[in-house]
């Protein structure tokens, strides 16, 4: 039996083969049909993603005020940036931010997860509690936060009602506190999507393994810790990175809540280069920024690259 | 003979869907059990409630003579193999034998006594430190083996350890279950789907179906006395032939075409009426070992379907279609006419109602 | 028969310890478990609830400072000064203009973008063509790039062809800007279609557009009810480009909301603030609520790399 088939699936490999050969020439007659299609994305592509970003690079080069120019001066606008306190604030600001945001949402995240992965009933109705404030704008959170934390007609004097006079719950009046209201407004907006990626990457884990780790008698706290966790990597990634990108962008919040104060405390990259191309007239000063914001962007990539990289040569050796 | 594991009454219920029913089993000490049925049966799930895993709605178990009804699965005595399995990713092979113990604190020269042992047993130790995707899926099982080895328990659970492998790798890992099983003298509870599996590993076979087991008995008895028409048509591959007739003493008339006389067949239970004889393929002799059967007929070949070692062919008699299986050497080809017989006596008959040997 | 038999026999004789499921009581670990959900819920529930009771509180109410009580006195009349009549400056038009406008972009830019991107991912899977994995790849880096850094050009960009703060203009915008994750969504969704299918539409003599249009669209369903949900939350709840590409005339309801919170003119009205705050929010909110499952799976999908 299997002699005979033999020489048939001998044949035809063969004769994809041809087919393959083949298939290129009728191909490049429908590309144009192809590339027809894409022009939008040809045309977002070159045209925004790589003209506009290479433009914003020159410009920040150049004198540009109200409109863009072609003045060369050099280092000058980074120079100044880098002396200017704004700036630097805003950098700071965005990097306390972020390893405050992303630390705890992952943390908070994993364990809203947990605790829905404990064949809860109302399951449902928690996830959709958990992750309506992410269907509202940052601006509505922004809002609404603000309201909150109104240091007299907010949290803090409700408590204050109660009895409980000396409570003082208003981080948006203080320089020092400020930032972490934004914080804990971010938070509310964006936990619950980490909840539901990590909740689909815990469903995501076979359930054998599960079986295993009761059969060897680890604790359910061990199981979700130091076997469960490691085996989500893609889900902690994709967590990751989509709250990664959120900070950087962070605009629409700031504006709605703090407007970058009090002072300069709650002030951002993101902010500080919308401000220098529509208030304060200087684009040369806002594309040096701009350009500056690209580079954790760059980095980020590089180092995807580079343990993609590690990856692909750990596979070849083993 | 002690008893090993005994399981009393046992029911579960998914809501309103009856898994398994009022079910018992005995295993007695150094057994090997399997639990054999289609997907679906219950053998997974009989397995799960012996191991702690799932919660049983009624019943009992005793594993080593104690009551475990309500034991967490670690405290039950049991190691348990898995299909896909189950190896922790992250852990060095190393790691993933010793992590039980470690979370259950015993002395380091303990669990490294017990490492060593299984390892050696399994022929691992080369691997020890390397992590599961770095092996192959036979290794993988063997690890998995392993790590119910280290536990120093009297029960094996294995939930179909081997669909995950290729044919060849089956086969090996087959015996290699076969030669543990010999060298340790541990109880067995093995599930499988693969009757190949069932068949060359058990001490007894128990086969389920819609969640009650069908027949317990060794290999032999499964094969030549099957209790119903399900386990007849089960197990054997071609499977047995059914032929419909009405019974009247030790006569099957068939569709009054054919009259087949059972002569030596041994009722336990006779009982007149629609009836069912079942004949395996490899029982009907052709050409001139048929002239040696108290049955004889001619038929005509429809079909031949060369296996290599021997032929598979397919005709009729008395309009119901007939399998049977010939040495390789006998020439055979469609529309041919050929002498078939068989002892009746080799076979077995079914009420048709209740479906039933008689 | 005879199992049943042995089996009461048996039973009869092992009729001791325990019996059936193991009894579940309330441990201390489940009650902890919905303490945490229920505290966690409390969070996330506490904003809108203040959100709603402020909205229906009148401001003398409001001053007495009872954040989380219910009104003594109910009042709708925040909700229609919020729609109809808030000011912004020295219009007081309400947010009945931002509306509009938000549905008039949402309305024209949702099926733009998504239709360019569904072509863009059928292109990228079945119709590759020299460089255009290399465009994918730009396109996946622009998923990633902040805003910040193309903004300026592109306003130089649309001024200079007149579309600058028009609606044309701010659909554009948004076609781009949904464009990295859209066609990223519908490129992994045709890549897993099986290439058979591609191939007996090649034999049946179909090309690029009756693949397309035959084959292809009929069977992207799903991925679109994803794309729309995807587009419409995040097109409706964007305020950066309306606030810049959009114009006084086009501007969305996010920035006039904004407007109307921030506005320093006049006492601050927090009870019609908190409406048009609720007003703001209700579209996506109610595209959630219906979406259900549905959007989770487009976070996701959204969040997925290449």
């Known amino acids: 039996m299997t002699q005979i088939a033999e020489p048939g699936e001998r044949a035809a490999p063969g004769f994809a083969g041809t087919a393959a050969e083949r298939r290129p020439r009728t191909r490049r007659k429908f590309n144009i049909q192809s590339i027809l299609g894409t022009t939008p994305m040809i045309a977002t592509a070159v045209g925004v993603f790589i003209i506009c970003i290479i433009f914003s690079i020159i410009w920040s080069f150049t004198n540009s005020k109200l409109f863009p120019n072609f003045n060369f001066i050099g280092l000058q606008q980074y120079e100044r940036l880098w002396r200017t306190d704004r700036w630097i604030i805003s950098v700071q600001n965005l990097f306390v931010f972020g390893v405050l945001s992303l630390g705890v949402s992952m943390v908070f995240g994993y364990l809203l997860a947990v605790f829905m992965d404990q064949r809860i009933k109302q399951e449902d109705l928690f996830r959709s509690i958990f992750l309506y404030p992410f269907a509202m704008s940052l601006v509505v959170t922004g809002l609404v936060w603000q309201w909150m934390f109104d240091p007299n007609l907010g949290i803090q004097s409700a408590v204050r009602q109660l009895g409980w006079t000396n409570f003082e719950f208003a981080p948006l009046v203080k320089q020092e506190t400020a930032l972490y209201g934004l914080v804990l407004g971010g938070l509310w907006n964006g936990v619950g999507v980490t909840m539901a990626i990590m909740l689909a990457g815990l469903r995501g884990v076979d359930s054998e393994i599960w079986k295993a780790a009761k059969v060897d008698g680890i604790p359910t706290w061990k199981t979700y810790l130091f076997i469960v966790l490691p085996m989500m990597k893609g889900a902690i990634a994709t967590a990751f990175i989509l709250q990664c990108t959120g900070v950087v962008k962070v605009f629409d919040i700031v504006i709605a809540m703090t407007q970058g104060g009090p002072g300069v405390s709650t002030q951002m990259p993101a902010v500080y280069v919308i401000q220098h191309i529509t208030d304060r007239v200087n684009v040369g000063q806002g594309m040096a920024a701009a350009t500056m914001m690209l580079v954790p962007v760059m980095v980020l990539i590089a180092v995807q690259y580079l343990l993609r990289w590690n990856a692909n040569r750990k596979a070849g050796r083993a | 003979m002690t008893t090993s594991v005994s399981i009393k009454d046992l029911s579960l219920n998914f809501g309103n869907v009856k898994v398994l029913e009022s079910l018992d089993l005995e295993v007695a000490q150094g057994e090997f059990i399997v639990l054999l049925g289609p997907s679906g049966c219950g053998k997974s799930t009989l397995l799960n409630c012996i191991a702690g895993l799932l919660d049983v709605s009624d019943g009992q178990i005793f594993i080593s003579g104690k009551n475990v009804t309500w034991d967490e699965p670690k405290d039950r005595g049991i190691g348990m193999v898995f299909q896909s399995y189950a190896l922790y990713p992250q852990m060095t092979v190393e790691k993933n034998l010793s992590f039980g113990l470690r979370v259950a604190r015993m002395p380091k020269a303990e669990i490294e006594a017990r490492v060593k042992r299984a390892s050696e047993i399994l022929q691992i130790e080369p691997l020890l430190q390397r992590k599961p995707v770095e092996l192959s899926g036979g290794q993988r099982q063997r690890v998995a083996i392993g790590r119910a080895l280290v536990r120093d328990v009297d029960v094996f659970l294995f939930d179909e350890p081997l669909s995950n492998l290729d044919a ?191 | ?272 603030n908190m409406a048009a705050t609720i007003l703001t929010a209700a579209v996506p909110l109610v595209v959630y609520f219906i979406s259900g499952k549905w959007f989770v799976r487009g976070i996701a999908a959204g969040a997925v790399k290449g």
């Not at chain 2, 041994?266 to 048929?290: C, K, Y």
């Not at chain 3, 092992?14 to 478990?33: F, Q, Y």
């Not at chain 3, 996946?140 to 609606?167: D, E, H, M, N, R």
């Not at chain 3, 897993?192 to 249009?213: C, N, Y």
């Open chain 2, 168 to 358: 060849k790798l089956r086969n090996d890992l087959r015996i290699e279950i076969k030669r543990l099983h010999a060298r340790l003298k541990n109880t067995m509870i093995y599930v499988t789907h693969d009757q190949i599996e069932a068949m060359t590993l058990a001490d007894r076979i128990a086969i389920m179906k819609n969640g009650v087991i069908q027949q317990l008995a060794d290999p032999h008895t499964i094969y030549n006395k099957p209790v119903n028409l399900f386990v007849a048509g089960f197990i054997g591959s071609p499977s047995m032939n059914f032929i419909k007739g009405d019974l009247s003493g030790t006569t099957l008339s068939v569709d009054g075409q054919a009259n087949i006389p059972l002569g030596n067949y041994q009722f336990a239970n006779q009982t007149n009426g629609a009836s069912i004889l079942g004949i395996r393929p490899e029982h009907i002799a052709v050409g001139e070992e048929a002239k040696k059967m108290p049955v004889q007929m001619e038929s005509e070949i429809e079909i031949v379907e060369p296996m290599g070692a021997d032929t598979v062919a397919w005709t009729k008699i008395a309009g119901q279609s007939l399998t049977f299986r010939a040495a390789a050497e006998v020439h055979l080809e469609p529309g041919q006419k050929v002498l078939i017989g068989f002892d009746p006596g080799r076979g077995s008959v079914f009420n048709a109602a209740s479906g039933n040997r008689i």
């Open chain 3, 1 to 272: 028969m005879t199992t049943e038999a042995i089996s009461s026999g048996l039973s009869a004789g092992a009729l001791s310890g325990p019996r059936g499921p193991k009894p579940k009581s309330l441990t201390i670990g489940r009650i902890g478990v919905y303490a945490f959900l229920i505290l966690s819920a409390l969070f996330f529930l506490m904003p809108l609830w203040v959100m709603i009771v402020t909205s229906l509180k009148t401001m003398p109410e409001i001053r007495e400072g009872h954040l989380f009580n219910w009104p003594a006195l109910l009042t709708f009349d925040p909700w229609l000064k919020a729609w109809d009549t808030a000011c912004t400056g020295r219009d007081c038009n309400g947010l009945k203009p931002g509306f509009w406008n938000s549905v008039k972009i949402t309305a024209l830019s949702v099926p733009v973008s998504i239709v360019i991107a569904m072509i863009n991912g059928y292109a990228l899977s079945f119709w590759k063509y020299k460089g255009s994995e290399f465009l994918f790849g730009v396109l996946v880096f622009g998923a990633f790039v902040p805003y910040q850094v193309v903004i300026y050009p592109l306003i130089i960009g649309l001024s200079k062809v007149g579309l600058f703060a028009t609606l044309p203009g701010i659909v554009i915008v948004h076609t781009i800007f949904g464009m990295p994750i859209l066609t990223l969504l519908y490129r992994n969704f045709f890549a897993s279609l099986p290439i058979e299918l591609f191939k007996a539409g090649r034999v049946d003599g179909a090309g690029f557009w009756g693949i397309f249009f035959r084959i292809m669209l009929p069977m992207s369903v799903p991925i679109t009810i994803v794309a729309i949900i995807l587009q419409v939350t995040g097109i409706w709840n964007d305020f950066l480009f309306g606030t810049v590409f959009a114009g006084r005339e086009n501007m969305p309801m996010t920035v006039q909301l904004n407007n109307i919170v921030t506005t320093t003119t006049g006492i601050r009205e927090y009870n019609v």
